[in-house]
């Protein structure tokens, strides 16, 4: 028998058990650390991402808190209510008349003359110093009412026969415009088209004022048909 005694064969696959396990467990805590490692990165992520978006929070709600402390409203500011728009009305009659177009141009012509043919039109005054200004004066009893009105009008640039056309500078606001078509030798056809601002007295009845002004125009029409007559008779040629 030798002095070295042979290692017993169960002593020897107990170690090398011993051995497999040892690795086995190195192995089991290599992945559990490399699995530790991938957590705690993966936390990181999240807590940088939640950091990151909360602070872009704070500092897009602090801007908009700093922004809102910049604006300042005056205490002198006061809200005013809008005031109304106010309705204007276009009213247009048109009558063939038994007089030459000249004649009835040089008719309404003669501004100064037209209260003697037209009902609601009281006086008119041209101006001498500037004679393409006038001054005009309504007076009428309708609705219930006595309806007073003044203007100052400007003749525009008239075309001869054709058209005579006029706005107002001050007063009731107001503008029209009187055209002239032949129709014979001894007729014509006279088309006039009166807009105005309904005044605020007359707003009420502001749909019963256009077709009431309508008639007036028409018999103011009709009378300057008999005037022109008698104007063309009177007026030296």
Same mark, same amino acid.
């Given at each position: 028998?030798?002095?070295?005694?042979?290692?017993?064969?169960?002593?020897?696959?107990?170690?090398?058990?011993?051995?497999?396990?040892?690795?086995?467990?190195?192995?089991?805590? /290599?992945?559990?650390?490399?699995?530790?490692?991938?957590?705690?990165?993966?936390? /990181?992520?999240?807590?940088?991402?939640?950091?990151?978006?909360?602070?872009?929070?704070?500092?897009?709600?602090?801007?908009?808190? /700093?922004?809102?402390?910049?604006?300042? @409203?005056?205490?002198?500011? /006061?809200?005013?209510?809008?005031?109304?728009?106010?309705?204007?009305?276009?009213?247009?009659?048109?009558?063939?008349?038994?007089?030459?177009?000249?004649?009835?141009? *040089?008719?309404?012509?003669?501004?100064?003359?037209?209260?003697?043919?037209?009902?609601?039109?009281?006086?008119?005054?041209?101006? =001498?110093?500037?004679?393409?200004?006038?001054?005009?004066?309504?007076?009428?009893?309708?609705?219930?009412?006595?309806?007073? @009105?003044?203007?100052?009008?400007?003749?525009?640039?008239?075309?001869?026969?054709?058209?005579?056309?006029?706005?107002?500078?001050?007063?009731?606001?107001?503008?029209?415009?009187?055209? $002239?078509?032949? *129709?014979?030798?001894?007729?014509?056809?006279? =088309?006039?088209? $009166?807009?105005?601002?309904?005044?605020?007295?007359?707003?009420?009845?502001?749909?019963?004022? *256009?077709?009431?002004? =309508?008639?007036?125009?028409?018999?103011?029409?009709?009378?300057?048909?008999? $005037?022109?007559?008698?104007?063309?008779?009177?007026?030296?040629?």
């Amino acid at each position: 028998m030798s002095a070295t005694s042979a290692i017993p064969a169960s002593t020897t696959m107990s170690a090398a058990a011993t051995s497999a396990s040892a690795s086995s467990s190195a192995h089991i805590l /290599r992945l559990n650390h490399k699995q530790l490692i991938v957590s705690l990165h993966g936390r /990181r992520k999240s807590i940088s991402a939640s950091s990151s978006s909360f602070f872009s929070t704070y500092r897009f709600n602090s801007s908009i808190s /700093r922004s809102s402390r910049r604006i300042s @409203y005056p205490s002198s500011i /006061r809200i005013r209510p809008l005031s109304p728009v106010m309705e204007w009305q276009d009213v247009t009659v048109k009558m063939e008349v038994d007089v030459p177009i000249s004649v009835a141009y *040089k008719c309404y012509s003669d501004r100064e003359a037209i209260p003697e043919w037209m009902p609601f039109i009281s006086t008119v005054k041209i101006l =001498e110093d500037k004679p393409d200004l006038s001054r005009w004066s309504l007076k009428y009893e309708a609705f219930g009412q006595n309806i007073e @009105y003044s203007w100052l009008a400007r003749n525009m640039q008239p075309t001869p026969n054709q058209k005579i056309h006029w706005r107002s500078l001050e007063g009731l606001p107001n503008r029209g415009a009187v055209r $002239f078509f032949p *129709k014979g030798p001894s007729s014509c056809i006279i =088309e006039l088209t $009166f807009s105005y601002e309904v005044p605020q007295l007359l707003v009420p009845v502001a749909s019963a004022l *256009k077709p009431f002004l =309508e008639n007036l125009l028409a018999e103011g029409l009709e009378r300057s048909a008999t $005037f022109a007559k008698s104007y063309s008779a009177d007026t030296p040629k």
